[in-house]
Structures are given as C-alpha cells and as structure tokens.
C-alpha cells in the first residue's frame, strides 16, 4: 500500500520567477511552468490557490485544467471567487453580470468563458460529494509585499472561495478542503473558523489545506476552538472549581511543519495541511521543494489515508 502524496500550492497565477524571485517573461507555451510544477509534484490530491482561468496575463490558459492533465487528475472544480481582469490601484475588475461564485469542472474544458479567478481542488481519487463555497472580503485592506515591486504596495482585499470534496481512500471515506484565506488579521481566522463548522457533517479524517495566511500554531487553534465551540453538552452539570490543568484541545494538528514563503527564500510558512482523526505516524514525509513559479512553495506530504 502506497501512502497518498497531498499538495497545496499557491500559484501565484502561474508567474515564472527568476532564482532571486523577480517575475520572468511567461513562454510560448504559458501554461507550461506550471505544468512542469505539477508533474514534479505527481500529486495524488491537490489544493491550490490564486489560479488564473481565461486571464490575459497568464496567457489565457484555464490553469486548473492544465494541472490536472500535468497530474492525471480523474476528477476536479476550480471555484471562481470573482470574475474580472487585475487592476494595478485598485486590484479587480469585476464583471457584474456573472454570479459571485461560479464552479467549473471537466466539462468546460475548452469552452470559452468570462476571466476568472479563485482556488482549484483536483484528485486522482473517486469523489463522493463536492461543495463549494465563498467568503466575502474584509471591508479594508494592507500594505503587502508584492512580486517585483518594490517596498510595500497598498493591496485591497478580494473575495475568497472554499471547496471540499469527499474522496474514496483504501481505507475508505475521508474529506479534503481547499481554500485561500485572506490576508486581514481575525478576518482569516474566522473564515477558518467557518470552513471547519462547515464540513462537520462530512467524513473523517478531515484534511484542509490552503494558503491561510497565518502562520504558526494559531490555524489549529482556531480549528480546534471551532470544534470545541460547535459541541453541545447534553446535561448541564454544577461548575465546579478545577485544581487540575486545564484540558487541551485536540483532534487537529500539523502535518507539515516547514517554511514555504517567499521562495527563493523561505522564512514563514503560510502554507498548511492540517487534519483531524489521523494519526500523526500516518504522515511519512513532509517537504516544500521549488519550483519555477510562483512566490510561494508547494507543501506536499505523504499520507497513509
């Protein structure tokens, strides 16, 4: 048996980077960085993030679809968070006669269809059940750091989208999320704290996976606190005063602990795959490799599921 090799990827809408992490000129071929990416990573389960479909500065490709060919995915859905072309000041133009969330599969590989930008969801695995879902941005956004420029670019927030999936493993049903969270402090965190509420009712184990941007222990935390928060207690019982520490909560953990951002360099990790009901031995390996796009590295591990 095999253990299941897991990514998520934030692709930065599939930019060529140069070894420093400036942007490089996309190829004849554009969509063809990104399919080498993905074939490196040979994924059998694959999140990602900031994916372009029908967008002039990617070349037109529908980058989901190229990814899923790179990898051999039998089944996929990339959600739209938004419909539009980038716009340096302001961040989107939107297209209002489109829905706010729009999901498109294998079937509409090849049609024409409006710009659009969201997070991607692909498997090798038979599917079950699939869902979707959008969070709106915060009402303001940040100075960040952007690829190629220099200092601290003022960056408005943007919708965000989610998807799960209930996948047939070997050892039988388990869940996969993936999402993008913004980059607004508490902002994130409750998008977080929403997808967990959102999937309680679907199969464990429960694996999300997605840029959060945050970082360290807070993304367990919040999703532990989200379980803990979501239980009824069936009598209620006389407080009584605890001499003993504090229980803490459990179920979900890390399965990768490594840096992941920026990537010619990485120093933090916005990155994760977290999960709950899973043993911590079922993860054998863990790695972040580069690739020749994007500021971000993938994050794969390798999962007895």
């Known amino acids: 048996m095999s253990p299941l090799r897991i990514a998520t990827f934030n692709l930065l ?18 969509g063809d960085p990104l399919a080498d990416a993905v074939a490196g990573l040979a994924p059998d389960v694959l999140a990602l993030q900031e994916v372009d479909r029908h967008q ?21 859905r990339f959600a739209a968070a938004l419909h ?6 302001t961040g989107w133009i939107l297209d209002p006669a489109v829905p706010a969330l729009q999901v498109y599969g ?8 409006i710009p659009s930008y969201g997070t991607a969801l692909l498997t090798r695995l038979p599917v079950s059940h699939w869902r979707a879902r959008r969070f709106a941005p915060a009402p303001f956004g940040l100075p960040l750091r952007v690829a190629g420029r ?19 493993g070997e050892h039988g049903e388990f869940t996969v999320v993936a999402t993008h969270l913004s980059f607004v402090p508490g902002w994130n965190m409750a998008q977080l704290a929403a997808i967990r509420r959102w999937i309680a009712d679907l199969p464990k184990p429960q ?5 959060f941007n945050l970082i360290g222990a807070v993304p367990r935390t ?5 379980t803990a928060l979501g239980r009824r207690p069936q009598r209620q019982l006389p407080r009584r005063r605890s001499r003993g520490p504090r229980p803490r909560l459990q179920g979900w953990h890390d399965l990768a602990k490594t840096p992941t951002y920026p990537s010619h360099r990485p120093t933090v990790q916005f990155d994760h795959v977290l999960a709950t009901g899973l043993s911590r031995t079922a993860v054998s390996s863990a790695v972040a490799p580069r690739t ?3 500021d971000h590295r993938p994050l794969l591990v390798e999962v007895d599921l």
């Open 207 to 211: 694996l999300v996976l997605g840029d």
């Open 84 to 89: 539009g072309r980038p716009a340096p000041s």
């Open 56 to 76: 002039e500065r990617s070349g037109f490709a529908d980058q989901t679809a190229v990814a899923a060919k790179a990898m051999g995915a039998a089944d996929w």
């Open 292 to 294: 020749g796009i994007s």
């Open 106 to 113: 294998p079937d509409e590989v090849g049609s024409a269809g």
């Open 13 to 30: 809408h599939g930019q060529p980077l140069a070894a420093d992490g400036s942007p490089l000129p996309y190829p004849a071929e554009p």
């Open 150 to 168: 220099r200092g601290l670019t003022p960056v408005p927030d943007e919708p965000r989208a989610a998807l799960a999936a209930v996948l047939q």
């Open 222 to 226: 919040v999703l532990g606190s989200a």
